[in-house]
């Protein structure tokens, strides 16, 4: 496995494949697990070469505690690459890309970014999509991969390379979970074990609304703020039902699989989301 850690010697070894090799791409900020060594193995899958990038980006986070406490394991993450049989791993600094004081890019989403992640974290996908078309154009994969567990961030870099009229194709792949039904999260390292069980709450409510689907949504959606109520070591952020595509609330259901319920919530200074397409 090659590590480069500036974006020049990176793209003199891209500029040595032939034209005809594929290139997969997952962006990461690092704390590999599962669920990002799933998104390396269906890149593997699919295309001949796999670039991961290890990279916290600074310009996502509107809050400066979750940056600094977000978890750094390099090392560690080098080997689980290296196991998973990932090619190619590009962890610059920041000043690799960025210049000095530079600020995330604006865009316009479509409203997209009008509730959840868009709403309670200000200017976060402004910040995601700064820094995933820095990437798309120093690697100009033909497929990137993101994960169903971000599930608005994988609408907005949908939207992002239509707007960057880029040519990769962005595919979605499914939630790796713990086995008490917990979404994989580098945030998880974040938490001890009993904690960890408390969280697993949230995917119990959305597998709620699966078994429930067929109760009106406004019912559900006030089940589940009660029982958050109720569970004092979980503070309840919100719970959405939104369109697939549009990321807008519904107050009805749609077509089967165009629904997501999405969830966020903290335990301690940790703050977790999760979500069920239905
Ligand atoms: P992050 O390092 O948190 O920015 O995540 C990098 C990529 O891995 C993103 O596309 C995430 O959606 C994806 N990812 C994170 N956790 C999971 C998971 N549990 N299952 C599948 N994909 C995930």
Redesign the pocket.
Known sequence: MKIFKTKKNLNSYLSLFDKNISVGF???????????L??VQTSKNECDKTICS?FI?PTQFDNSEDFHNYPKTFNEDIKKLKESKCDIVYAPNVLDLYKKNEKAKKYNFRKIDLFMEGKFRKNHFNGVATIIEKLFKIIEPNKA???????Q??QI?KNLVNQINSKTTIVG?????EKNGL?????NKLLSNKEKEKAAMIYRCLNYCKKNRLQPISKLKEYIIEKFKKTKELDLEYIEFVSLNSMLPIKNWGEEKNNVVCIAAHIKKVRLIDNIIL
């Open positions: 997952i962006p990461t900020m690092g704390a590999i697990h599962n669920g990002h799933k998104l290890i980006n991969y993101f994960g169903e567990k971000d599930i961030q994988l870099i792949v499914p939630t790796v979970r979404a994989m999260s580098s945030r």
